[in-house]
């Protein structure tokens, strides 16, 4: 019996390092992934700054062009308003330059009424 307990003894000793080198093994495989992960992380890592300077830029320059957008936005309102604004000068002008056609017109048949009245009294 005692024999019985050796071998028994040595079996199960047996198959706990079996065990052992089977989680050893995947211990060393887990441990390997985990080291070829943390490789590639540290490429990653490595480019991260880049990374974040670029896409500061990217921020800066949406900003800046949503910025922009909105002052032309703006101009655009102020060209139309003047385009409004020129044409009513445009109009006011217009009828100036009628009105003083007309009152031309009413001066120089006053001037020469008043040109042949002072010729009748001058020929009197």
Not at 21 to 42: I, N, W
Not at 60 to 74: K, P, T, V
């Amino acid at each position: 019996m005692h024999r019985l307990e050796t071998l028994l003894s040595e079996l199960k000793t047996a198959v706990e390092q079996k065990a052992e080198d089977r989680v050893l093994e995947f211990d060393k495989g887990e441990v390997e992934r985990l080291y070829e992960m943390s490789e590639g992380a540290l490429e990653y890592y490595r480019m991260l700054p880049k990374v974040i300077e670029r896409m500061s830029a990217v921020k800066y320059l949406h900003e800046e062009s949503a910025g922009l957008m909105n002052r032309i936005i703006a101009i655009e309102k102020a060209q139309a308003t003047i385009q409004g604004e020129l044409k009513e000068i445009k109009e006011l002008v217009n009828g100036v330059r009628t009105g003083l056609g007309k009152n031309m017109e009413t001066m120089q048949s006053n001037l020469k009424g008043l040109d042949d009245r002072l010729s009748k009294l001058m020929h009197k």
